[in-house]
Nanobody, 123 residues
Framework: EVQLVESGGGLVQAGGSLRLSCVAS????????ICWFRQAPGKEREGVSC????????YYADSVKGRFTTSTDNAKKTVYLQMDRLKPEDTAVYYC????????????????WGQGTQVTVSG
């Protein structure tokens, strides 16, 4: 059974930092894309970042470029999202998702999703 489990969410003041983790199990980590998405109350889900597990290529939404960094530790089958200079508008449930990496790295409807972790940024 494939599982993606997120952790690391919490409450932080604006300008602060959090690091989210996404641990994969039952999942061949080679040649995959692992992405972070978020959904705020009353809003549509949006892509945040993606990383290719084999080549480390990354892709970010414009809204988080320069503030968020995604990385992977393939030995631990874990993808991280380092979030710095957080803003109240970053408040959302953050999900990791994964699947076969396509030619272009992007925010697709991946096969596997985690249950989400809440990030709340107070202003």
């Amino acid at each position: 059974e494939v599982q993606l489990v997120e952790s690391g969410g919490g409450l932080v003041q604006a300008g602060g930092s959090l690091r989210l983790s996404c641990v994969a199990s039952g999942f061949d980590f080679d040649e995959k894309a692992i992405c972070w998405f978020r959904q705020a109350p009353g809003k549509e889900r949006e892509g945040v970042s993606c990383i290719g597990t084999s080549d480390g290529t990354t892709y970010y939404a414009d809204s988080v470029k320069g503030r968020f960094t995604t990385s992977t530790d393939n030995a631990k089958k874990t993808v991280y999202l380092q979030m710095d200079r957080l803003k109240p508008e970053d408040t959302a449930v953050y999900y990791c998702a994964g699947g076969v990496r396509g030619y272009y790295l992007g925010f697709y409807n991946y096969d596997y999703w985690g249950q989400g972790t809440q990030v709340t940024v107070s202003g």
